[in-house]
C-alpha cells in the first residue's frame, strides 16, 4: 500500500499510469465480487483510498 509521501513524489505521467491500472484493478475486483469469486474483500477498501490519494496528488501537481 502506498503512503501519501511516496504518491506525491511521483511524476504526473507516472500518477496517470497508477491511476489507470487501480482503475483497473478496481474494475477487475468489482467484477470477482459480483460473480463470488471474491476472497479479500477488504482490498476493494485500499484500492479505492489508493485512487484517492493518487487523484489528490494529481490534482495537486496541476495546481502548482
Keep these: ?11 504526473k505521467d507516472e500518477l496517470s499510469v497508477r491511476l489507470r491500472d ?6 477487475n475486483l468489482r467484477l ?5 469469486q471474491l476472497t479479500n474483500s477488504a482490498r476493494i ?6 485512487t484517492a490519494r493518487v487523484q489528490t496528488a ?7
Design 1 to 11: 500500500m502506498a503512503k501519501a509521501k511516496d504518491t506525491h513524489d511521483l511524476t
Design 22 to 27: 487501480l482503475k483497473q484493478e478496481a474494475l
Design 32 to 36: 470477482q465480487q459480483a460473480t463470488g
Design 45 to 50: 477498501r485500499i484500492v479505492r483510498r489508493e
Design 58 to 64: 494529481i490534482t495537486a501537481k496541476a495546481r502548482a
